[in-house]
């Protein structure tokens, strides 16, 4: 016999309101730090439920705060809202509005998500302390996060545990994903100039071809990941792109190349630069040309701590039962600026399936022109944060009277 659906489901009428809002903010896309008409719509619909609202954190981010009752315990929970420099190719009716600007992502959904479980949480939740709800800018490659913690967020809004969601293209429509430990990589960029002798292609004795040298970097980096990584270790070293010349006969003066590395462990994260800056080096004087390399640090590794991932595993397995929650997935390559966050406070970051496709329909990546956030998970995602907002800020029960049940307290609002 199959596990009904939790109560916190049973309300597609209500949610559809929330579908609407996402497909809005789909239809109106915005890149980092300029989420001003997200940010507004965020603003303004948690003011009309109650929250005490601040914009501009961290330039473009929104808090939200909900105190009820005398508690204590202080949770937040996290969105992203930017977009991506995509030209969207879904057809969808609330396709993007702007040229190469889409959710390609699914931002818009994780925005409507929590602004579902905060109308709900709003309305019907029993809590006993305090909710942050942050709704940040800048994920995707801005470090929003950070920008939002340097602005003084952990110092106005403290939280004693914070949670993060992520749809996942791939995983089953609604599904759950959890992970203890290191879930997502850290990320860093480089970009390498190497300059040397222009000439005629019919006399490169006469030139210092920095293409070439080029050319032998691109095959030397990848032995940084084959011998010089533990094989147990994740890492990824890319060469995105390589520009030099623009002609057949002409030996540029000069050439760039950028550069990707990923890693799940600091200290391979250390061992990787040290690699590269040497197998740079060494090439470019073997070819007689010099090197400039531009090291950019991007995001952290992406550690979810125990405490809170149990506690969210626990809450998954309530809303779902253990068929649809993976209790120890994978780590991912991709990378997060959410583990700003955790490296300040406690917390754990989820993962929610967006569908799984098939062999003959295989599910559309996120950061695909063709993507869109499935609606169909919006309502589980919501549903999730509010049985853990629930759940972490429980309203306490007030001592049964002899020969009595125990009763919940009454309802601060």
């Known amino acids: 016999m199959s596990k009904p659906a939790h109560p916190l489901l049973q309300s597609p009428d209500e949610l559809a309101e929330f579908v609407a809002v996402r497909r809005d903010l789909h239809?109106?896309?915005?890149?980092?730090?300029?989420?001003?008409?997200?940010?507004?719509?965020?603003?303004?619909?948690?003011?009309?439920?109650?929250?005490?609202?601040?914009?501009?954190?961290?330039?473009?981010?929104?808090?939200?705060?909900?105190?009820?009752?005398?508690?204590?315990?202080?949770?937040?929970?996290?969105?992203?809202?930017?977009?991506?420099?995509?030209?969207?190719?879904?057809?969808?009716?609330?396709?993007?509005?702007?040229?190469?600007?889409?959710?390609?992502c699914g931002h818009d959904g994780h925005t409507a998500m929590l602004l579902a479980?905060?109308?709900?949480?709003?309305?019907?939740?029993?809590?006993?302390g305090t909710l942050h709800l942050i709704f940040q800018p800048a994920e995707e490659g801005g470090a929003g996060a950070k920008r939002m913690l340097d602005d003084g967020l952990f110092e106005r809004y403290p939280c004693d545990t914070i949670f993060g969601m992520h749809n996942m293209p791939g995983i089953p429509s609604g599904h759950l994903v959890l992970r203890e430990g290191a879930a997502m990589a850290s990320s860093d960029y480089v970009t390498v100039t190497l300059t040397g002798v222009g000439g005629h292609g019919a006399f490169p004795h006469q030139a210092r071809d920095p293409l070439v040298a080029a050319s032998a970097i691109v095959m030397a980096l990848q032995s940084i990941v084959s011998r010089n990584v533990d094989p147990h270790a994740m890492s990824v070293v890319t060469v995105g792109a390589l520009h030099a010349g623009r002609a057949n006969n002409?030996?540029?003066?000069?050439?760039?190349?950028?550069?990707?590395?990923?890693?799940?462990?600091?200290?391979?994260?250390?061992?990787?630069?040290?690699?590269?800056?040497?197998?740079?080096?060494?090439?470019?004087?073997?070819?007689?040309?010099?090197?400039?390399?531009?090291?950019?640090?991007?995001?952290?590794?992406?550690?979810?701590?125990?405490?809170?991932?149990?506690?969210?595993?626990?809450v998954a397995l309530e809303l779902l039962g253990p068929s649809q929650v993976e209790l120890q997935g994978p780590a991912l390559s991709g990378s997060e600026d959410f583990a700003f966050m955790l490296e300040r406070v406690p917390g754990s970051y989820v993962l929610i399936?967006?569908?799984?496709?098939?062999?003959?329909?295989?599910?559309?990546?996120?950061?695909?022109?063709?993507?869109?956030?499935?609606?169909?998970?919006l309502p589980v995602g919501a549903a999730y944060w509010t049985l853990l907002a629930e759940r972490y800020l429980e309203a306490p029960v007030s001592p049964a009277a002899p020969g009595q049940p125990a009763q919940a307290a009454a309802d601060p609002r």
Request: hydrophobic residues 40%; neutral net charge; aromatic residues 6%.
């Open 27 to 104: 239809r109106h896309p915005e890149l980092a730090f300029a989420e001003q008409r997200t940010a507004a719509l965020v603003g303004r619909r948690l003011r009309e439920w109650g929250y005490e609202v601040e914009e501009g954190v961290g330039g473009t981010g929104v808090v939200g705060r909900l105190r009820r009752g005398t508690g204590s315990r202080r949770l937040g929970l996290r969105a992203d809202m930017d977009a991506l420099p995509i030209q969207e190719a879904s057809g969808k009716p609330y396709a993007s509005c702007h040229d190469h600007v889409m959710h390609a």
């Open 117 to 128: 479980a905060a109308y709900r949480i709003a309305q019907r939740a029993r809590i006993d």
């Open 250 to 314: 002409v030996i540029a003066q000069e050439a760039v190349m950028e550069i990707s590395l990923r890693s799940l462990d600091p200290k391979v994260r250390a061992l990787l630069r040290r690699r590269l800056h040497a197998l740079i080096e060494a090439q470019a004087r073997s070819f007689e040309v010099q090197a400039r390399i531009d090291w950019r640090d991007g995001y952290t590794v992406l550690v979810n701590h125990a405490e809170p991932t149990a506690f969210a595993r626990q």
């Open 353 to 377: 399936g967006n569908g799984a496709g098939d062999d003959d329909a295989p599910a559309c990546m996120v950061h695909n022109p063709h993507y869109d956030f499935n609606d169909d998970i």
